[in-house]
């Protein structure tokens, strides 16, 4: 398979996993406005809701550096790429992509192995005693897949143009 | 190789990567983690940023950034915008330059329930510039210069993405920061209208009276931004009277947008996928530049170059006031040839450091960094607000010269702005104090 069938594959991926996305932020809503209302309305905050926020943080963040990779959406300062020769451009944009790949496969590792530490000793949050070692290996996969899609963006050129739709590109 | 000389090999390394045109995300990560092994060894360095990505991003203080952005974004396909633009433009439109001044207030009502600098000046550049220039004539100088500056609104009036940033980095309360930024917001709104009403008063034809309103119309506009107050009250008033954390703010005002798109009926399934989309997209750029910075951070402390440059401030023995001020002129400098979030991720770890030692409100100093972020990204000839408007404007044979020339006083009404804060720390602290 070339690389450009694999990143179509990884941005296909990452589109057909945004739900995880979209569930993990409308959680992180609703979560955090049960409790709101439920102090004040009902005298009864929700039991452990800031543990459940940062267990779908974990979730959240992994799954929105991903997406933001494969779609290319992560930003730089281009005020000198720009005028660089095409070859010169290429370049730079593989050995960027191939350091980042490199710097995020260790992190992922590292992170990887401290979540297999949470689970092995048992490690739980503190109120509602639920085991944190699966969302850090969760987070952990994503970074990977995160460095694995910097390695094959690293053989794909450079986007040659930007989009001239400014709230395209804004994403607004 | 003494662990301060490799901190500032690190940043010299880490601007190298930058002006490559590299990812600012895997330029902080990669030069930490570079500089990091050179002090600690590759174990050390792992050991250590094995730590950052799970506490940085499973963290209660980061959700207030996911949230605010998707209250934006409900905010902006509910058409809260337009409705704000109406109303400021039922009041303003009449007076010299009132238009200009419309915009400047719409953009100001938006930055209440929107964080993004670039956002809110692509999105005011849409919906005012058909009715500046093709039906009141205005100066496309006056009329592009007044866009950039509404969008400098963005960030400063709560809730500004940039705060989160500063929080995560400083380690200060978020729902301080907002808090704090909700006067010179106001302030800096009011000192554009002047700079407008002066300019055109000087020379009519850059901006032109609109049409008169009568005060049927104007009460009518209103009720249409009355929705956008009750969130910018909801969230201002329940952090400061600490009824709520800037998160579940953030959550109460997401869901009351989220309840007013759909009275506007504008809630729809294509509607849903773009705003969770874009929030996901947004987040997604924005944690990985936050667990880059995280990890630069860390090897900025590591390498003690903080503190030694902290220590030799000391040693020169200048008040707290001329070091702020230094500060503010180093980043006017970097401002003209840096993008703004670049400059302010790149200084922040040296110059907290500095702040702590001279015992200064960090508080204080976050609204004047965040101020000064603003004043980055109109400030020609490298400024964010100028390219996006500058892009929108382009078919119009605006040339991107003219908006320099344009956005000119507005760097001049926001330099004031800043000596103003420098001056009376009492505009930002006075709420937080209150707190």
Request: proline content about 4%.
């Amino acid at each position: 398979m070339n690389s450009k069938r694999l990143h179509a594959v990884f941005k296909y991926l990452a589109e057909a996993v945004n739900w995880v996305g979209y569930i993990s932020i409308s959680a992180i809503v609703l979560v955090t406005a049960i409790d709101v209302i439920g102090r004040y309305c009902f005298n009864k905050p929700l039991l452990g809701s800031l543990e459940l926020l940062e267990l779908l943080m974990a979730v959240f963040g992994g799954f929105a550096i991903l997406h933001t990779t494969a779609r290319r959406g992560h930003i730089n300062v281009d005020l000198l790429f720009a005028i660089f020769p095409r070859r010169l451009q290429i370049a730079v944009h593989a050995f960027g992509s191939m350091m980042g790949s490199a710097i995020f496969a260790i992190i992922a590792y590292r992170v990887f192995t401290l979540g297999r530490q949470s689970l092995l000793t048992r490690y739980y949050t503190t109120i509602l005693f639920i085991p944190t070692g699966p969302f850090e290996i969760v987070l952990a996969c994503m970074l990977g897949l995160f460095s694995l899609v910097l390695f094959v963006q690293a053989f794909l050129p450079p986007s040659a143009k930007k989009s001239e739709n400014v709230e395209e590109e804004l994403s607004i | 190789m003494s662990p301060e000389l490799i901190g500032a090999l690190g940043i010299a390394l880490m601007l190298v990567f930058m002006f490559l045109g590299i990812p600012i995300a895997i330029c902080m990560a990669s030069a930490g983690f570079i500089g990091l092994t050179a002090i600690s060894g590759f174990h050390g360095a792992m050991n250590m940023v094995g730590i950052i990505p799970y506490s940085t991003i499973a963290a209660y203080l980061l959700t207030v950034l996911p949230v605010y952005l998707l209250m934006g974004e409900f905010a902006d396909v509910s058409g809260l915008m337009k409705d704000s633009y109406r109303a400021a433009n039922s009041w303003l439109g009449g007076l010299p330059g009132g238009l200009a001044m419309a915009s400047i207030v719409g953009a100001a009502l938006f930055s209440a329930v929107s964080g993004s600098s670039m956002a809110c000046a692509a999105i005011m550049t849409r919906i005012s510039l058909p009715s500046l220039l093709d039906e009141y004539k205005y100066s496309p100088r006056l009329a592009t210069g007044a866009l950039c500056a509404g969008g400098s609104l963005g960030n400063l009036i709560p809730p500004g993405i940039a705060f989160v940033f500063y929080a995560l980095m400083s380690e200060t309360s978020i729902g301080a920061l907002y808090v704090a930024a909700a006067i010179p917001g106001i302030v800096l709104t009011l000192m554009y209208l002047v700079q407008i009403y002066v300019q055109c008063r000087l020379n009519p034809a850059l901006g032109p009276r609109g049409r008169r309103t009568t005060w049927k119309e104007k009460l009518f506009a209103t009720k249409d931004v009355i929705a956008l107050t009750i969130v910018f009250g909801l969230i201002i008033g329940g952090i400061w009277a600490g009824i709520f954390t800037a998160t579940e703010a953030g959550a109460i005002g997401t869901l009351f947008t989220l309840v007013f798109t759909i009275f506007k009926r504008q809630f729809n399934k294509r509607h849903l996928v773009q705003v969770l989309k874009n929030t996901i997209g947004i987040s997604g750029m924005a944690f990985a530049i936050i667990l880059g910075a995280e990890i630069f951070s860390r090897f900025i402390a590591v390498s003690r170059l903080a503190v030694g440059l902290a220590s030799w401030v000391l040693s020169l023995n200048v008040s707290p006031i001329t070091v702020i001020i230094c500060i503010m002129i180093v980043y006017f400098i970097l401002g003209t040839a840096m993008d703004a979030m670049t400059m302010i991720l790149l200084t922040l770890p040296i110059f907290l450091g500095i702040m702590n030692a001279l015992h200064i409100d960090l508080i204080w100093f976050g609204v004047l960094v965040i101020i000064q972020i603003e004043l980055a990204n109109i400030t020609p000839p490298v400024g964010m607000n100028l390219f996006v408007v500058g892009a929108m404007v382009k078919d119009r044979n605006i040339p991107i010269s003219a908006i320099f020339i344009g956005v000119l006083p507005f760097c001049f009404t926001m330099l004031l702005f800043n000596a103003l804060m420098v001056a009376f720390p009492q505009l930002s602290l006075v709420l937080t104090r209150s707190m």
